[in-house]
Nanobody
Framework: QVQLVESGGGLVQPGGSLRLSCAAS????????MSWFRQAPGKQRELVAS???????TVADSVRGRFTISRDNAKATVALQMNNLKPEDTAVYYC????????????WGQGTQVTVSS
């Protein structure tokens, strides 16, 4: 089992920046991908960005050029740098990790609120 704890959410004005961090504990040697998802009120949870264990990354079209995912395997952490934030980025952001032999075990953090408002 892998435990994930997020930090760094908060209130920011449009155009501002925030950095989210996620620290993993437990069977960290077993972690495959690490990702960030978000869920806005009344909407489905969606993938924001993902990083494989080897460092390849994917970013959703809606945030490409503004958000960057980075990962430190040695520290078992993943971060999401969010720049030029927009009101539509307001959501609860969740850290996600796949672990197990085939990455079949899904692990979620508790979520951190990001609110973009003037």
């Amino acid at each position: 089992q892998v435990q994930l704890v997020e930090s760094g959410g908060g209130l920011v004005q449009p155009g501002g920046s925030l950095r989210l961090s996620c620290a993993a504990s437990g069977k960290i040697f077993d972690i495959k991908s690490m990702s960030w998802f978000r869920q806005a009120p009344g909407k489905q949870r969606e993938l924001v960005a993902s990083s494989s264990r080897l460092g390849s990354t994917t970013v959703a079209d809606s945030v490409r050029g503004r958000f960057t995912i980075s990962r430190d395997n040695a520290k078992a952490t993943v971060a999401l740098q969010m720049n030029n934030l927009k009101p539509e980025d307001t959501a609860v952001y969740y850290c996600h990790a796949r672990s197990g032999a085939d990455g079949a075990v899904v692990n979620w953090g508790q979520g951190t609120q990001v609110t973009v408002s003037s």
